[in-house]
């Protein structure tokens, strides 16, 4: 994030590295939950087609203005646009967003891990299958456990950002990521074979067009972006690291891909669970934390040992999923007091800790003593996921799409999409995404944000 323009080495550095960062809790937690609460398949349909269309051309346009400042998500509208106050105005938003998904971030992270220990405590295979629910309703709605989980959690990885990322977290990463896509796999095959699971498998991909409201599209949307990472300054930065000779196109796209593909098994593995397990798919962001024990609790009854062994490895992923894409949220913030005020990075490390730690000890307190905190029904941490998703993303994706269509040269634009003209198969599908990236996706993203204020 720093001065030092290390890059990365291979192709397949550069989607770990950016897929290690797309793939977390967006995927295993918050999409399932977004699924059950906005009509099912037609939410799904409508989140394919959105990063297809929107995201994945803000993704390109994200590590074009990276790739071509190469420098940091702060610094990189200064430097392609020199003289524009405006540009230099609205750069505290890329730091202000991750520190706010930050804090609540790690309050899930933290059930995570809670859950972690309730695993290897053997507490899912004593439990009856159909306490899950309740066993999570407690958890969270108590006081200083989940606090605790929440800032022990923070804990583990500012540490790791204290250390610096590069070399532990990295490797780490893309060890991870492979464990991660099998178990899933696991797990979704399991999923689908429990009684009734037919009707969850049905529940993804059969539409029912009633369902369709514009909040469906906003969020579906919003859930896109939130996914790849988009909207706070994380992939333009990655895109400063994107070796000259890389093709924009592909990296993006891979890392497109297999963030869609994770969300989708991530579907498949929590969807027919909740239906087997007779569980509301609206129930909201404990979703996972209650269909998941349901699986290992039924399993236990058959094979103790292997449901022990796979509960406590799915959620060690989900604690890992979570952390690599925390640490970098946390880095945002980090590295701005160490450019901005001249911190020592271990300093800036633990102000990041506090402020963090503060605010997601109201967001988890907002499921127990603080559940009576409303406005329109929302609760603190709906509020924080709120603004920061629905919100805050989409005016900076919005901002990141209008300076490469509007702000920067066209033949610029193209000289980093095609490599110079020397991506052959690039060439002609330019005009095609230049046209989405300056037209089709502002204006999406602008019906968006009004959609959300009106309706
Ligand atoms: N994309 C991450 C996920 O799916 C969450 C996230 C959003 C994120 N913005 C980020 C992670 C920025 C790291 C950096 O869980």
Not at 342 to 351: D, I, L, Q, T, Y
Not at 402 to 421: H, L, Q
């Given at each position: ?54 995201s994945l051309p803000i993704f390109i346009a994200e590590v074009i203005i990276g790739r071509r400042s190469h420098t940091n998500a702060r ?91 590069k070399a532990g977290i990295e490797k780490f990463s893309k060890f991870i990521l492979p464990v991660l896509f099998f178990l899933i796999v ?237 991506k052959r198969r690039n060439v002609p599908l330019f005009n095609a995404v230049y046209f989405l990236i300056k037209w089709v996706a502002p ?13």
């Amino acid at each position: 994030m720093e001065k030092k323009r290390e890059g990365f080495g291979s192709r397949t550095a550069v989607i770990f590295a950016m897929a290690g960062s797309a793939i977390g809790l967006g995927n295993l937690w918050r999409f399932p939950y977004m699924v059950g609460e906005h009509g099912g398949a037609v939410f799904v349909l409508i989140y394919i087609v959105a990063t297809i269309l929107f995201s994945l051309p803000i993704f390109i346009a994200e590590v074009i203005i990276g790739r071509r400042s190469h420098t940091n998500a702060r610094d990189a509208f200064v430097r392609l646009a020199p003289g524009k106050p405006f540009w230099r105005s609205i750069s505290v938003l890329p730091i202000l967003i991750p520190t706010i998904i930050a804090s609540y971030y790690s309050v899930i992270g933290g059930w995570s891990l809670d859950y972690f220990f309730k695993a290897c405590s053997l507490e899912f295979l004593h439990a009856d299958p159909g306490t899950t629910s309740g066993i999570f309703t407690g958890f969270v709605s108590s006081t200083w456990v989940p606090v605790l989980m929440h800032l022990l959690f923070l804990a583990m990885s500012a540490i790791v950002v204290a250390l610096g990322v590069k070399a532990g977290i990295e490797k780490f990463s893309k060890f991870i990521l492979p464990v991660l896509f099998f178990l899933i796999v696991a797990i979704a095959l399991y999923s689908m074979s429990l009684p009734g699971a037919g009707e969850g498998v049905r529940y993804l991909f059969k539409p029912d067009f009633s369902e369709f409201t514009p909040r469906t599209f906003a969020y579906a949307l919003g859930q896109s972006f939130y996914s790849l990472s988009l909207g706070m300054g994380i992939i333009i930065t990655y895109g400063s690291y994107v070796h000259r000779n890389e093709n924009i196109l592909v990296s993006s796209a891979g890392t497109a891909v297999s963030d869609l593909l994770f969300a989708l098994l991530a579907g498949l593995a929590i969807m027919p669970a909740v239906f087997a397990a007779g569980i509301e798919p609206g129930a909201g962001p404990g979703l996972i934390f209650q269909s998941i024990p349901y699986i290992f609790c039924k399993m236990g009854q058959e094979a103790p040992a292997l449901s022990t062994v796979v509960a406590g490895l799915f959620f060690f992923t989900v604690i890992v999923a979570a952390m690599t894409s925390l640490i970098s949220l946390i880095e945002v913030g980090t590295a701005f007091l160490v450019e901005k005020f001249r911190m020592r990075r271990g300093r800036a490390v633990f102000v990041m800790f506090l402020v963090c730690g503060a605010a997601g000890t109201l967001c988890s307190l907002s499921f127990g003593p603080l559940s009576g905190l409303k406005v329109s029904g929302m609760n603190i941490f709906d509020i924080f996921d709120w603004v920061a998703s629905n919100i805050l993303l989409l005016i900076m994706a919005f901002l990141s799409v209008v300076f490469v269509g509007f702000v920067m040269k066209k033949e610029d634009v193209r000289d980093e999409f095609t490599n110079g003209g020397t991506k052959r198969r690039n060439v002609p599908l330019f005009n095609a995404v230049y046209f989405l990236i300056k037209w089709v996706a502002p204006i999406a993203v602008l019906l968006i944000f009004f959609t959300n204020f009106t309706l």
